[in-house]
């Protein structure tokens, strides 16, 4: 089963009353679907920083900002992807014809178009997810960064932990040697 992309634009149409332009609360938690950021390409910023930026680090530091202390930023892991799923991206590729790009190759230095094309490209993908995690600590970090309590939580192949300290620099830690 696949969410269509623009669901909550569906449910803000559909039922406005159930939305609000403010926060009605300050969130602990919030959850980011990094795989749904991951596959739109914003006209505006067809550049890797500008792609990074506006996909991930403004959401997260949105999250931040609203007072949650965790930010989780979750991506699909292939490897456990269900089979249904399958069927929904086969019928992506029927329209498109993916890029060609092969597993351990380097990023070109601006995203190619059409964006669609280059995610129908798994192994593409999968180095786009790698630029995002490897880059987005620092970016976090450049200018505000996150408050002293906050942590980052990135789910993929593995799940790591960032933790920012009173200078603005941050820690990684493996999940598994998180105490909960």
Known sequence: MT??????????????EAFSGTCPFVPEAAFIDAQIKLMAMPSETPTWAGFLHKQFVTPVRQMFAL???????????YAFVPRAKAITQAKRRERLTPIEFIEGQQLPPIPPTPWPAAMA??????????????????????????????????????????????????????????EV
Do not use: C
């Not at 969410?3 to 406005?16: D, G, H, L, T, Y």
């Not at 007072?67 to 892991?77: E, P, Q, Y």
């Not at 408050?147 to 820690?171: C, H, M, P």
């Open 67 to 77: 007072g949650a202390t965790t930010v989780v930023l979750a991506f699909d892991d």
């Open 3 to 16: 969410i269509e992309r623009q669901w909550i634009e569906v449910m803000k149409s559909e039922v406005p």
């Open 121 to 178: 490209n798994r192994a593409f993908k999968a180095r786009v997810v790698e630029l995002i995690i490897e880059s987005i600590p620092q970016l976090l970090s450049n200018g505000s960064a996150p408050r002293v309590d906050s942590r980052l939580i990135v789910d993929y192949k593995e799940t790591n932990q960032w933790t920012w300290a009173d200078n603005g620099t941050f820690t990684m830690t493996p999940w598994a040697h998180v």
